[in-house]
């Protein structure tokens, strides 16, 4: 006994030698998901016109559509990266070097596992998939290979994140980056070369394993070297794998009912109100989505740093980065809603013209309900790092379900207005006092001190949206003027919260101070050298 507690100790005291600095990880994090996030739009917008320029019309939308069904089957993983990121992360900044080897070994295994199902899933299916489109002779062997290419590439995918999710959680995010970029673009570079050779849509899913095979590559040996290095054994264990499968029934539960319930507008829209309105609730509110998008990296990207930091037991340093995060997130999401709810009409009418505008009224709800939605999904990022996992899972999978049958009540009684009123009621009135609760329980928040943070934020949405509002009645008709009207208005903004918001002071303050330290710390490293 005395042996195994002595291995133990010097265990933990080899891991803590090899300290790692999570402003420079999460930082890494945060590129990374923004880099994704950039790399996604390449994808999704300049890549098209090359699609319908070397692929046949009929078989791309074929592909569109059972890509969807390929990217359904990533439910199989059922949240066990964001387990491994976040138990491994929580383990290594605790010192615990045999709970760190325990998570990545089992996670790594089960993952291994799990990623069969797509594959053999798409074996199974691959035949029926010609005759759904409609498609025969070769035009249907060739949509049949792409879909069961698709998802190789969809289980080859999920066994590269999982290594990935281990390096995020080692903190070691830079070159997590840096094999991500890298995969990224020679998988956009592969599937170039095979349009411009003839391989059609066949391309699309090759690239997408290119990518995958890259990551496996890297993630893997990456990590294999990293716990090497640190002195963490990776291995399998019964315990951690009964402990995963408990967490990963809510979390399954969770992604399941979001997948299905939260993206459910367009079909509920056009089922209930025809496919003529479909067009226009989803182009009005995808610039509401990008808000999403680009404002929930911040969440993800600090999430694996939060984690590290719990498992260090620095519960004052944690409430504090966590206020900061609600504070920054909040800055950020005021001024994304306001500069939608200013340019919305306008973008949407230079776009694809204002007749696919769904109004000003639908604009202004949005505004609100978006901030609701984002700020939930940050507490809930911050509660996972604080591993408190299982009841914000039970109480997201109510919300998005709530949120649903809102949808369908409301679309059917009073049209658009139901899509972001649905969110008012699902993420405003349920959701967000539960999760603010769950929040001062695990981060340490008074009541005074949220109570306070609701305040400031309310302030700050009151000066972005009231200036939105006076910018939206000056007349755009081209890109020019759009672009500076969306320039006055973030100048305005800024300069606004500058004069009115203290906190949104010492946080400039603070940027220029963390600005000035980084560069002088490079000028003398190439001094030096």
């Known amino acids: 006994m005395d042996d195994t507690r002595k291995k133990n100790n010097q265990d933990d005291i080899d891991l803590k030698r090899h300290k790692v600095s999570r402003r420079s990880a999460t930082l890494a994090n945060l590129i990374y998901q923004y880099t994704s996030l950039g790399i996604i739009c390449i994808q999704g917008i300049l890549l098209v ?48 070097a045999i709970a760190a080897g325990k998570s990545i070994g089992t996670g790594l295994i089960l993952t291994v596992f799990i990623s069969l199902a797509p594959v053999l899933l798409g074996a199974i299916l691959c035949p029926f998939i010609p005759r759904i489109f409609d498609l025969q002779g070769l035009d249907g062997e060739v949509i049949r290979l792409a879909f069961f290419l698709a998802t190789l590439a969809t289980s080859l995918a999920l066994i590269s994140n999982a290594a990935g999710a281990a390096q995020q959680g080692l903190q070691r995010n830079i070159s997590f980056t840096v094999i991500y970029v890298f995969g990224s673009l020679f998988s956009i570079a592969t599937c170039i070369v095979l349009l411009f050779r003839g391989y059609g849509v066949l391309a699309i899913p090759l690239g997408m394993i290119t990518k995958s095979l890259i990551s496996i590559f890297s993630y893997w040996f990456n990590v294999f070297w990293i716990c090497k290095r640190v002195g963490i054994s ?3 264990c019964k315990h951690t794998m009964k402990e995963f499968g408990g967490l990963m029934t809510w979390t399954s539960i969770n992604r399941f009912a979001y997948n299905l319930f939260y993206n459910c507008d367009a079909f509920i829209v056009g089922l209930l109100m025809g496919a003529e309105s479909t067009p226009i609730y989803v182009l009005t509110k995808r610039v509401w989505d990008m808000v999403n998008y680009f404002s929930n990296r911040i969440g993800l990207a600090f999430m694996p740093g939060l984690a590290h930091l719990h498992g260090e037991g620095h519960k004052e340093k944690f409430k504090q980065i966590s206020y900061r995060l609600l504070r920054t997130a909040g800055w950020i999401i005021a001024i994304g809603s306001g500069i939608c709810l200013c340019l919305n009409a306008k973008f949407i009418a230079l776009w694809v013209g204002k007749e696919l505008y769904a109004g000003h009224v639908f604009n202004l709800l949005m505004s609100v309900a ?75 928040f008074s009541k005074k001190e949220m109570r306070r943070y609701f305040l400031n934020l309310l302030r700050t949405v009151a000066i972005t949206h009231v200036t939105a509002l006076l910018f939206s009645s000056i007349a755009v008709d081209t890109w020019g003027i759009f672009i500076l009207v969306g320039v006055m208005y973030f100048s305005t903004v800024i300069i606004l919260l500058f004069i009115c918001d203290l906190e949104f002071r010492e946080e400039i303050h603070y940027f220029r101070y963390w600005l000035m330290k980084l560069l002088d710390h490079r000028l003398s490293f190439y001094s030096r050298n």
């Open 49 to 96: 016109p090359l699609y319908l320029r070397y692929i046949d019309l009929k078989i791309y939308g074929a592909w569109l559509a059972t890509g969807n069904i390929a990217i359904w089957f990533t439910l199989v993983d059922a949240g066990l990266s964001d387990l491994i990121r976040q138990r491994c992360a929580q383990a290594y900044g605790s010192g615990d």
């Open 234 to 236: 990776i291995i399998f």
């Open 370 to 444: 978006i901030i609701f939605q984002i700020l939930l999904f940050i507490i809930n990022r911050i509660l996972y790092g604080a591993d408190n996992i299982v009841r914000p899972s039970q109480m997201g999978t109510l919300v998005y379900l709530c949120k649903a049958v809102c949808l369908v009540v409301l679309i059917w009684m009073i049209g658009f207005m139901g899509g972001p009123i649905s969110i008012l009621i699902a993420f405003g009135l349920i959701g967000m006092r539960y999760f603010v609760v769950q929040l001062q329980k695990s981060a340490g």
